[in-house]
């Protein structure tokens, strides 16, 4: 994989991000102390820009806390910057909804696989009929969870895709975030929050809230991809597919989300690093490093030359898919 440094310094860069948190001591009041362990102690994970907006040079940092391993954006980008990078990612993937387009394109063939494996996962973790989701994007998990038979419900950040859903399909989509006073609380049996925390400006505030909607014994159901996404894959610098900078803050690992949990008042009872997830994270890294700054030239020869590379990774990742160090966890936490 060494070939592949040879385009950037995504390498170099960590190290340089390293020095700079340790010998610039007046610099780190601007960072944020750990929220787990309230460690002012921080380790350059890596940087990266806004893959979003070629022409915005910005540089986004993720630190590692030396205490307890909890990876996050660090300085923590401000409101107005988040909103920007929102915007400029008006067609990022989750708002194309599937229900509506016809015909089966590639993007779509993928995301109903996707809505499969989070309802087999909810038939087979979930408890009840009441549902309710977290950031429901365009829709898809919605629609099926209720062809499959769960009252649901959700929130959804953009306001335009709720009108949608709620509008053409008759779904009760709120717009915004998540807060109280929206429906009657304990009574909803799942909450699902699928890609959606590692966005979220105050996690823990939504799973408490979340908390008051469960019954007892009610379930989070969360995938979010892993510190160890934040941390491999260096050699693909920023087009590392699970950086998704700005717009991705946090990155837990199993300890990290089960004291996020715990702090909420729910215990993790599950905690999965599918392989898929994984393999998927290093082919679509592998296909925008082949489109890299905008070069048109043989990107398909790229990918491919770049794939049979990765391929012979596979065991490897599968290894740590199943040592529970994989790039995307799905886990499932119960309400004391
Ligand atoms: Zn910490």
């Known amino acids: 994989m060494e070939v592949l440094n040879a385009g950037h310094k995504s390498l170099q860069e960590g190290v340089l991000t390293k020095m700079y948190l340790e010998s610039n001591e007046g610099l780190k009041s ?74 089966w394109p590639v993007w779509k063939i993928l995301r109903a696989w996707t809505t499969r494996r989070r309802i087999s996962r909810l038939r087979r973790y979930g408890i009840g009929h009441e549902m309710l989701e977290v950031g429901c994007g365009a829709g898809d998990f919605l629609v ?20 949608s859903i709620r509008s053409e399909l008759g779904l009760d989509v709120r717009a915004g975030e998540l807060a109280l006073g929206l429906w009657d ?62 717009r991705h803050l946090h990155f837990y690992d199993k300890t990290t989300l089960s004291r996020l949990c715990d702090k909420a008042g729910f215990e993790l009872v599950v905690y999965e690093t599918p392989f898929v997830q994984s393999a998927w994270g290093y082919y679509m890294s592998s296909w925008r490093w082949a489109n890299r700054d905008g070069e048109r030239r043989l990107p398909w020869f790229r990918f491919l030359a770049l794939a049979l590379v990765v391929t012979m990774f596979m065991p490897v990742v599968a290894l740590r898919a199943m040592r529970k160090q994989g790039f995307e966890a799905f886990a499932v936490a119960v309400k004391r």
């Open 185 to 246: 609380e304990e009574q909803i049996d799942v909450v699902a929050f699928w890609n959606v925390i590692e966005h979220l400006q105050d996690p823990l505030r939504e799973l408490f809230i979340s908390a008051r909607y469960l019954r007892t014994g009610g379930r989070v159901f969360i995938s979010i991809p892993t510190r160890q996404a934040a941390e491999y894959g260096q050699s693909f610098g920023q087009y590392w597919a699970l950086l998704d900078l700005p």
């Open 30 to 103: 601007t960072y944020e102390p750990c929220p787990f362990c309230n460690s002012n102690e921080w380790t350059g994970v890596r940087e990266g820009c806004d893959l979003c907006r070629p022409k915005y040079k910005k540089s986004f940092k993720l630190t590692r806390c030396s205490s307890c391993g909890y990876v996050m954006q660090n300085p923590r980008p401000s409101d107005l910057e988040l909103s920007e990078a929102y915007s400029a990612s008006s067609n990022y993937d989750c708002y194309r909804p599937a229900w509506k387009v016809p015909g």
């Open 144 to 163: 099926a969870a209720h062809h499959a038979g769960w009252n649901v419900r959700a929130v959804e950040y953009n306001s335009s895709m709720a009108d």
